[in-house]
């Protein structure tokens, strides 16, 4: 992964596009997350048939950084498990709730959670990232995450990861299926 792409300037947002993957038949929860500003894919979310998850770095064909899993202590829970051991952030928990449709995580000892479309820094109530969604469901778009300036590099996976996350989740829960 080049640093030009993937960490934002200090004075500049880093702007992703999340983009369906219309792939075979089955994929379209598949998603990635490219630099909206040199189309370079940073991140692909791979869904498989029992809604688990793996998130790797680059491509489908990228090296796996995060697998999830369904939480012990709540079954409509999914845990995000960080499988790379380069990751810059240490996360102790990454956790998704169906029912409340909540995701927050905890990394390097400070909490962080999705307040609808916000990414919130919990001690401080700064804002860190922002989702949209797009509004137009044919587009294979399926909306913009703005990490804001100033946010540490290290924060970039476990943000992006947890936008994924919770927008397939969402996306999971609305099927017919």
């Not at 688990?52 to 829970?77: D, F, L, Q």
């Not at 102790?92 to 909490?111: C, L, M, P």
């Not at 996976?157 to 996306?171: F, G, L, N, S, W």
Request: aromatic share 8%; glycine share 6%; with cysteine.
């Amino acid at each position: 992964m080049s640093s030009r792409s993937s960490s934002p300037n200090a004075d500049r947002d880093l702007t992703l596009d999340i983009v369906r993957d219309e792939g075979v038949c089955g994929d379209w929860f598949n998603r990635f997350a490219r630099n909206a500003d040199t189309n370079e894919v940073l991140y692909y979310l791979d869904v498989f048939d029992d809604s688990n998850c793996e998130v790797h770095r680059g491509n489908k064909y990228g090296p796996v950084i995060a697998k999830s899993r369904m939480c012990r202590s709540n079954p409509r829970a999914t845990d995000l498990l960080v499988t790379d051991p380069r990751s810059l952030t240490r996360l102790e928990h990454v956790h998704h709730d169906e029912r409340s449709h909540s995701t927050s995580f905890v990394g390097d000892g400070q909490r962080y959670h999705w307040n609808g479309s916000e990414l919130v820094d919990d001690a401080t109530g700064t804002v860190l990232a922002q989702m949209s969604a797009s509004k137009n469901s044919q587009q294979r778009t399926l909306g913009k995450l703005v990490i804001k300036a100033g946010v540490f590099e290290n924060l970039t996976d476990p943000i992006v990861m947890t936008a994924m996350i919770a927008q397939e989740r969402a996306d999971e829960s609305r099927s017919y299926f």
